[in-house]
């Protein structure tokens, strides 16, 4: 069954430094999705992503963040300079249609200390 | 804009009870989709039901039911019968011509 995959599943990270946060969608999805889950809330959607540009982003989503998807299947977050806030579960996301169902990778924990 | 709202927290039952988790979303959209999804202690986040906005036929899977009113705008889960496996937070989501938007998650735990 095809899945989206997610890497690093744990990155630690010292506060003020870049992190990539990678992900590789379902080959043939169309529309991508960065969520972040802070532990034990909810979660918040970040940014989405069609057509090879941002659709929309969240007030979350400021210009320390960024995304791409440079080789067609790799999509990435990159945060340029982690605060401590920033520590939580990121979750990327596929979907075919933007009327089906969204997959779910398994997220990365990033903690900033 | 779309909202998701699940005015319950954390709801706490015992093995055997029937729960329900609320879901009320608002959405200008007249096409829009919505969703269940599960996540365990584990941290994946589990699909469990879609449902389109035209079809407002309830739907019943082995334990698991949704009730879906367009009139009040909600779309509500029914454990029945919860067992301690049914522990996790549940996220109830709307999918419309933009992107997909989460409720804040309701905790559920299933005490034996």
């Known amino acids: 069954e095809p899945e989206v995959t997610q890497t690093p599943s744990h990155q630690v990270t010292q506060m003020g430094q870049e992190v990539i946060l990678r992900c590789v969608p379902i080959?043939?999805?169309?529309?991508f999705y960065w969520y972040r889950q802070i532990l034990g809330q909810k979660v918040e959607f970040l940014v989405s992503f069609y057509n090879n540009e941002i659709s929309e982003k969240s007030e979350i989503f400021d210009d320390q963040f960024s995304v791409e998807r440079p080789d067609g299947s790799n999509f990435t977050l990159k945060i340029r300079s982690t605060k401590l806030e920033d520590s939580a579960m990121y979750f990327c996301a596929s979907q075919g249609e933007w009327d089906t169902e969204a997959f779910f990778g398994q997220g990365t924990r990033l903690t900033v200390v | 804009a779309q909202k998701v709202t699940q005015a319950q927290t954390e709801i706490s039952v015992v093995e055997k009870e029937d729960v329900t988790l609320d879901c009320v979303y608002e959405?200008?959209?007249?096409?829009?989709?919505l969703f269940w999804y599960k996540q365990p202690p584990s941290g994946e986040l589990v699909f469990l039901i879609r449902r389109n906005s035209f079809d407002e036929q309830n739907e019943i899977s082995g334990r698991y039911s949704w009730n879906f009113q367009k009139s009040t705008s909600s779309f509500n889960f029914t454990i029945t019968a919860s067992q301690v496996v049914d522990s996790a937070v549940y996220f109830c989501a709307l999918s419309g011509s933009n992107d997909m938007r989460f409720g804040a998650g309701t905790r559920l735990t299933v005490k034996p």
């Open positions: 080959s043939n999805h169309l529309y």
């Open positions: 959405t200008r959209d007249t096409t829009y989709y």
